[in-house]
């Protein structure tokens, strides 16, 4: 878990985010000794500090795709359209 935890697809790029995601597999790595006793709790630690790094990703990621979105909403060419609508014509 150790080794698995410092490798670098697993944990994150930024040296802050190093420090959450190893504070947040310590903290559940214990809890998870404390409640079960079992063997794998550093692997269990280390799957609880996953799910946050890719709920993170997931949410950086969806956050770039809404702001692509809105952008090319942005930049696409306005039509004029008909004061009373393009479905309506004037009454003569």
Do not use: C
Not at 70 to 78: A, E, F, S
């Amino acid at each position: 878990a150790g080794f698995m935890a410092t490798d670098p697809p697993t944990s994150p790029p930024k040296p802050r985010d190093q420090l959450v995601f190893g504070g947040i597999a310590a903290l559940a790595s214990f809890a998870l000794f404390m409640a079960v006793g079992a063997v794998y709790f550093l692997l269990g630690g280390l799957l609880v500090a996953n799910l946050w790094e890719g709920g993170r990703k997931w949410q950086r990621v969806r956050r770039e795709s809404d702001q692509r979105r809105l952008q090319g909403r942005d930049q696409r060419p306005r039509v004029r359209t008909h004061p009373l609508g393009a479905d309506r014509t004037p009454r003569e």
